[in-house]
T-cell receptor, first 114, second 111 residues
Framework: KAGVTQTPRYLIKTRGQQVTLSCSPI?????VSWYQQTPGQGLQFLFE???????NKGNFPGRFSGRQFSNSRSEMNVSTLELGDSALYLC?????????????FGEGSRLTVL | DQQVKQNSPSLSVQEGRISILNCDYT??????FLWYKKYPAEGPTFLIS?????DKNEDGRFTVFLNKSAKHLSLHIVPSQPGDSAVYFC??????????FGTGTSLTVIP
């Protein structure tokens, strides 16, 4: 069974640009969530999608957005990039999206903003 | 506001000895906790969980203890092996798939 696939794995952008990251969940998983990992901050929740609907959103500015397609694949977009957006962006999928379950993470997309 | 805290950024342990990783939380409504393990250049992988109705859960070399009155949980690895060297995150679920994660503890097991 294929795991969670994230593309691209690495990317470099400059301030002011925008970026789109992609996530393909494990087959059959309907919930996709996104996290930002930065040194010293752990994993910060960005948002979660379940059956194409955003169910939860973390405390991030509106420059961070996402969507989920009918095949459960998800994208997140960051517009007007800032230096502080440099981070590892992790996607995680889950079958039910409920509590008391575990998340299956992809390897992440490492974004560097210059 | 960090609802799940790991106050030790790093820990070094000799191979064969016990590793104890600690985690504190602030919200007494949390009823489920998870530990994830992360190797460099890989995503976190689920390690072990515990429900608040229990105070201990064991899986092979890994045991998680929960002290609800102290809002504290710990992960014990016995015996520690070099392959256990990784960053360990504790986490608690909010709603849906929103989880609060700690900042992680980097464990180094010295051969």
């Amino acid at each position: 069974k294929a795991g969670v696939t994230q593309t691209p794995r690495y990317l470099i952008k400059t301030r002011g640009q925008q970026v789109t990251l992609s996530c393909s969940p494990i087959s059959g998983h309907r919930s996709v969530s996104w996290y930002q990992q930065t040194p010293g901050q752990g994993l910060q929740f960005l948002f979660e999608y379940f059956s194409e609907t955003q169910r939860n959103k973390g405390n991030f500015p509106g420059r961070f957005s996402g969507r989920q397609f009918s095949n459960s694949r998800s994208e997140m977009n960051v517009s007007t990039l800032e230096l502080g957006d440099s981070a590892l962006y992790l996607c995680a999928s889950s079958f039910t999206g409920g509590a008391n379950g575990e998340l299956f993470f992809g390897e992440g997309s490492r974004l560097t903003v210059l | 506001d960090q609802q799940v805290k790991q106050n030790s950024p790093s820990l070094s342990v000799q191979e064969g000895r016990i590793s104890i990783l600690n985690c504190d939380y602030t919200n007494s409504m949390f009823d489920y906790f998870l530990w994830y393990k992360k190797y460099p250049a890989e995503g976190p992988t689920f390690l072990i969980s515990i429900s608040s109705i229990k105070d201990k859960n064991e899986d092979g070399r890994f045991t998680v203890f929960l002290n609800k009155s102290a809002k504290h949980l710990s992960l014990h690895i016995v015996p520690s092996q070099p392959g256990d060297s990784a960053v360990y995150f504790c986490a608690a679920p909010a709603t849906g798939n929103q989880f609060y994660f700690g900042t992680g503890t980097s464990l180094t097991v010295i051969p």
